[in-house]
């Protein structure tokens, strides 16, 4: 079954962002699909929500998608049809590196666990130091919609991976399915989204 890395690409203020996600499938994914994947994510960002929740700094800008489960395999990035997707939460930006941590666990041996970190985040969704039920509530169901990708004659299927090196470069050499979501309300910080440190 191929395993695929799905890197959802988002910018602020001219930085890029990206959550890393790996998906398996049940067989190759074309370029065609691979639209799909980024037109999905765009309408699960509307869907749940969260866009109206996010910084208007704040935009979702496409996938890069790289099959992982093959060495040295070509990768593949792409806009949603719909184009760019533009946070339309009133109010300032929290710095860059604040977010939302959305963490996932398989109910197996290793590898079992991923993390999400949902950036973009308004001053509107704090509370005490804390992100209020309401935000966290929206980025709990971006990311439990997101689990599941449906494309054309296939489905995604979030998993946990451990990658390996054969010799060849490094693929992917065991995955678990995602089964459980939670989220802290307790604001998360990723140092590579300082502006100026790195994506």
């Avoid at 590196?97 to 985040?121: D, E, K």
């Avoid at 390996?164 to 910080?189: H, K, L, Q, R, W």
Wanted: glycine share 10%; net charge negative.
């Amino acid at each position: 079954m191929p395993t695929y890395r799905v890197s959802i690409l988002q910018q602020q203020y001219g930085q890029l962002m990206m959550n890393v996600l790996h998906y398996d499938v049940g067989g190759a994914v074309s370029p065609a699909g691979i639209v799909e994947i980024a037109d999905d994510i765009r309408a699960k960002y509307v869907s749940s929500t969260l866009a109206a929740n996010l910084s208007s700094t704040w935009a979702y800008i496409g996938v890069e998608v790289r099959r992982v489960d093959l060495a040295d395999q070509p990768s593949i990035s792409v806009a949603p049809t719909a184009g760019v997707l533009v946070g339309t939460g009133p109010g300032d930006p929290l710095p860059t590196q604040i977010a939302c941590l959305v963490s996932g666990t398989a109910l197996t041996a290793f590898p079992r666990r991923v993390r999400t970190y949902i950036p973009g985040v308004r001053e509107g969704s704090l509370t005490a130091g804390l992100f209020a039920t309401s935000f966290s509530d929206r980025c709990m169901d971006f990311v439990e919609a997101i689990d599941g990708i449906a494309i054309s004659g296939d489905l995604l299927d979030r998993v946990a991976v451990r990658y390996g090196d054969e010799g060849d470069g490094p693929i992917v050499t065991a995955s678990n399915s995602i089964a459980t979501y939670s989220v802290t309300a307790v604001p998360a910080t990723q140092r590579r989204r300082r502006i100026g440190v790195g994506s």
